[in-house]
């Protein structure tokens, strides 16, 4: 609610439901309260049958769309189902409205296929940071951290998930008392664990290049010491070729506190500057036009914000981007009812991934590629192409933006 | 304004970790900031703090950054090689250019005359007789060697019944080549007894081949032969030169049959090894006597002129090149001496240093050729000089034919038999035209050439088609001159470009416009073309280069999730 009393939603002053209206209310993330992490056996078969795929030269491109509980991956995913099947898609194993309000530990891959276009078929594996988590605790050795480490290294792309308030207020929020002392701890453990997804990445794809095979990688992986594994990427060595999107997710819910959180701001200032009033209207103005256009400039918020997790996806990424995905954007205002998806289509979410999906499809190549990839006389000719420069690396953009633009300068 | 926003709202950082200002920065950064944001970004400064939508995006700024490049190089190179010529017209006693020997539309219609298209061939192949037998023919087999020793006289004497001639132009009645092909038949029933291994039977199946007319299939037995000879060791000083007689035999046998499929450049590599071995057989240097080699070096051995392509001259004047020696009689450390001075390839060059240093006399062949060559490049004067008389009846039937193109009398009834007299009639008057030309350029005049009213053509289009080569023709020729004495005289440069300039009725356009050019810039056309080309390729890749970035940009910087929300349709 804002403070005229009019619900302000994220579609242009609208009231849109939240996660929690929707789904139920999403309990703060707590380590200590995730069971551990077990496969069953449908779950095992899953990633056995998809790792057998991954040996085959024609297989779909497979992004990995990582992040911790109650981040929105399940709602994306069937988001994503919607848009999809909305586009003649056909999606296996469905995504069911009932997992959204669970809370999934399992590694789920969703087939996304097209009848007509066996080419446009991609996979989508739900990896939940848990997982990950559990992996490292376990020094990446046990059954479980095989299957993380192997889900990476096939991986064409990533799409890291982070709660869009968490990440861009975590400290407003727990001022405000939104958060509990734990809980900010935990999300700062969350953002902690992403970096050093992201610092993995390359020592994978390194042992993979070594190797050869998924399996021989992972092995070597939990046979390396433990602070080699996420050491920074060597100088003179080129960053991974998979595109990541940061996605900033459940933004509906930061829109709903965001002004808030910014009125707590500008009275923080004003009370370092020794004045004891309340806001003017000039000052509420300013604060309502923040947070009308807040997801303006997604890139440079989160690289403010979480410094460290930017930097370290610019130096181990060549190609990446950040954007709010609100897996709820487009219903309309005071909605209460059953989410229909496909009625408003959230084109930033289709966007995004379809951007996530090309770079993936281009950066894998095709079948003469992986042929060539996998020959041991040609793979050093790929190896070289493969670290040419190329003017699509993100790297460009911001070195370009940050040559005239100091808020990006400074931010860095 | 997020971005302050944002920055507002992080916590003041502690007073000991306060960042110290930035220093200001320099002109270059700020330049290349400006260049890169005026280039990649495309919106104004204010929409692109806030990080506003990319639409609109104006491209002023990429098509700018991609065109200046282009535009900088054409300006450097307009200020170092912009230099309009202001030297007064000198008047010229002479045009110093040559014409060519030939147009298209010339090399059209000598296509229909058999003995301009294939000039006379004089090619005598050295008969097995005359290459020792003795030693490269003896066959175990006693019966197969009195065979082959049949076959072979059998050959000779047919040889000597043709004369020894392999041209291509030979008469091949049916009779003619039944023989040849029982000969054949016979010699390659011989050749699979003794297994295609003897260099006489690979010669001799070659000399058959040739003489009838077949050089494909000649090709591969000579080069067979001198394979042999090759690499058969000699046992002494005897067999060394036998085999060097092969070889030179053999390897002047292919060059004929190369020279027959056309392959003239390999030709004469095959005639100057053949050259090579002779002397090698000759052993010694001054005599190049027949010897035991078998294979005697004269004016008659060599192909002579050939007036499609004058590469025959270019054999002669290979052997110029060893030593200006005359043809007939080079002695063999001339012929074996590195060349100083190859044949540069330009052929007309080549035949007017024949016409003036080649003695014909006393070899009617040689003469017809050279005269039918001269009265093709409209050299009337050659074609008198080199007048014989007694001649056999071919030689003489050239001799005609050359004096009819160069308008020095009509033919007789009997000299143009067999010939195509519309081409022949054209022919004539082409070489009237080019004669005119001629004078006018040695006079220092040059006027539109015009068909005389009584002429008649076989084609309507033939005159105004001539005319346009000779134009083009002419006209680059004076651009060359011109260019050439640009830095020197440029009096004269000046007066050429001006030639060009009053005749521009009937030169190409092109050049015309490229002799106005040269002359108010001192540049070429092709030059400056070559740097808009260049200019333009900097310039297209260099807006690909930036509209990919471009692209990089955007989707880095954009928000489609704001965008989104403004389009949804609630809002």
Redesign the interface.
């Known amino acids: 609610m804002s403070e005229t009393g009019q619900r302000t939603g ?5 009231a849109i439901p939240r996660a929690e209206d929707v789904f139920g209310s999403a309990p703060s993330y707590r380590r200590d309260t995730v069971p551990n992490a077990t496969m069953d056996s449908d779950e095992s078969q899953n990633l056995r049958d998809l790792l057998n795929l991954c040996k085959q030269s024609n297989r779909p491109p497979v992004i990995l769309l990582f992040g911790f509980s109650y981040s929105g991956k399940t709602a994306l995913a069937q988001r994503l189902q919607d848009i999809f099947q909305s586009r003649g898609y056909g999606v296996s194993p469905a995504v069911g409205a009932k997992a959204q309000a669970e809370r999934t530990s399992k590694i789920q891959p969703y087939w996304f296929s097209h009848p007509r276009r066996p080419n446009d078929g991609f996979i989508l594996v739900d990896l939940p940071g848990e997982r990950f988590s559990r992996a490292k605790e376990a020094n990446f050795s046990d059954a479980v951290a095989k299957e993380t480490l192997s889900l990476m290294a096939a991986a064409d792309a990533y799409l890291l998930l982070l709660e869009a308030d968490k990440t861009l ?1 975590l ?2 929020m727990r001022g405000q008392g939104m958060v509990g002392e734990l809980e900010t701890k935990d999300y700062h453990e969350v953002v902690a664990t992403m970096v050093q997804f992201a610092k993995l990445d390359w020592q994978l794809s390194r042992k993979l290049g070594r190797h050869g095979d998924i399996e021989a990688a992972a092995k070597a992986i939990a046979e390396m010491k433990p602070d080699e594994r996420f050491r920074e990427l060597s100088r003179g060595a080129r960053a991974s070729r998979k595109p990541v999107l940061l996605g900033l997710s459940i ?1 509906d819910r930061l829109h709903d506190t965001m002004a808030g ?2 009125e707590a ?2 009275k ?2 004003l009370e ?1 500057r020794g004045e004891n009033r309340d806001l003017t209207d000039a000052e509420r103005n ?2 309502r ?2 947070v009308a ?9 989160i690289n ?2 979480q410094q460290k997790l930017v930097a370290q996806v610019m130096s181990s990424f060549r190609y990446f ?1 950040a ?4 897996s709820f ?2 219903l ?2 005071n909605f209460t009812g059953a989410a229909s998806m496909t009625l ?1 289509p ?4 289709e ?2 991934f379809d ?1 996530l999906r090309d770079a993936a499809q281009r950066t894998r190549g095709g079948r003469l590629r992986t042929f060539a990839r996998r020959n041991r006389i040609l793979s050093p000719v790929v190896e070289a192409l493969d670290a040419l420069p190329s ?4 790297v ?3 070195w ?2 940050a ?8 931010a860095r | 304004m997020l971005a302050d926003a944002a920055q507002d709202s992080v916590k003041p950082p502690p007073p000991q970790a306060r960042r110290v200002a930035a220093p200001s920065r320099g002109l270059v950064d700020r330049a290349k900031g400006w260049l890169l944001f005026t280039a990649i970004d495309g919106r104004t400064k204010s929409r692109a703090r806030g990080n506003a939508p990319f639409a609109p995006r104006r491209q002023r700024g990429l098509i700018l950054a991609a065109l200046a490049p282009g535009l900088a190089l054409l300006l450097i190179i307009g200020a170092i090689f912009w230099r309009p010529i202001s030297a007064e017209p000198e008047t010229l006693s002479a045009i110093p250019i040559p014409l060519p020997a030939q147009t298209a539309v010339e090399r059209k219609r000598i296509q229909n005359i058999a003995v301009l298209r294939e000039g006379l061939w004089e090619a005598r192949l050295p008969p097995w007789s005359d290459v020792p037998v003795k030693g490269m023919a003896r066959v175990s087999n006693p019966q197969v060697h009195a065979e082959l020793a049949t076959l072979i006289g059998e050959i000779a004497s047919f040889g000597d019944a043709i004369n020894d001639r392999g041209p291509p132009n030979a008469q091949r009645d049916g009779v003619f080549l039944g023989q040849i092909a029982d000969l054949r038949s016979r010699l390659g029933a011989v050749d699979g007894k003794l297994r295609g291994m003897r260099s006489v039977t690979a010669y001799h199946l070659g000399l058959l081949a040739l003489w009838a007319g077949d050089a494909a299939d000649a090709e591969p037995q000579f080069a067979s032969a001198v394979d042999i000879a090759r690499k058969t060791q000699p046992l002494d000083d005897v067999g060394k030169q036998r085999l060097d007689g092969i070889e030179a035999s053999a390897s002047y046998g292919l060059g004929l049959a190369e020279a027959g499929r056309g392959l003239w450049q390999k030709a004469i590599g095959e005639f100057d090894a053949a050259l090579a071995a002779a002397c090698r057989a000759a052993a010694d240097a001054g005599t190049n006597s027949q010897a035991d080699s078998g294979f005697t070096l004269t004016r008659a051995n060599l192909v002579p002129l050939d007036t499609r392509s004058i590469r025959n001259d270019r054999l002669i004047a290979l052997l110029h090149a060893r030593g200006a020696v005359t043809v007939t009689s080079p002695t063999c450390a001339q012929l074996l001496a590195p060349s100083p001075n190859a044949p540069s390839g330009d052929a007309d060059a080549e035949a007017r240093a024949l016409f003036a240093s080649l003695p014909a006399a006393g070899d009617p062949t040689l003469a017809a050729n050279l005269q039918l060559r001269a009265a093709l490049m409209g050299e009337g004067d050659v074609v008198q000089r080199l007048s014989f008389d007694n001649a056999d009846a071919e030689a003489q039937q050239a001799q005609s034919l050359a004096h009819a193109i160069a308008g020095l009398e009509i033919p007789a009834d009997g000299a143009a038999d067999g010939v195509d007299k519309s081409a022949l009639g054209d022919l004539r008057h082409l070489s009237t035209l080019k004669t005119r030309l001629a004078a006018q350029l040695h006079s220092g005049t040059l006027t539109e050439p015009q068909s005389d009213p009584s002429w008649t053509w076989s084609d309507p289009t033939l005159f105004a088609n001539w005319k346009s080569d000779i134009a083009s023709s002419v006209a680059n020729a004076l651009l060359a001159e011109a260019d050439s004495v640009h830095d020197d005289n440029p009096g004269v440069s000046a007066a050429l470009y001006d030639l060009i300039l009053d005749n521009r009725a009937w030169l190409p356009t092109s050049a015309v416009f490229d002799a106005w050019w040269r002359l108010n810039t001192g540049t070429s056309l092709g030059f400056v073309l070559t740097m808009l080309a260049i200019a333009a390729a900097i310039s297209l890749m260099l807006f690909l280069i930036l509209r990919r970035w471009r692209q990089t940009y955007r989707t880095t910087f954009e928000s489609w999730h704001h965008a989104d929300r403004q389009r949804a349709p609630e809002g």
């Open positions: 994220l579609s242009g002053g609208g207020y400290d407003e933004a959180l910014e701001v500008v923080k200032r370092a300013t604060i036009q923040i256009n807040f997801d303006r400039d997604p890139l440079l918020l403010m914000r981007r954007d709010f995905l609100t954007a487009g309309p205002a408003y959230p084109r930033g979410v966007q995004n951007w003017l699509r690396e993100t460009w953009a911001l370009t933006r040559s005239w633009d100091e808020a990006l300068r400074d």
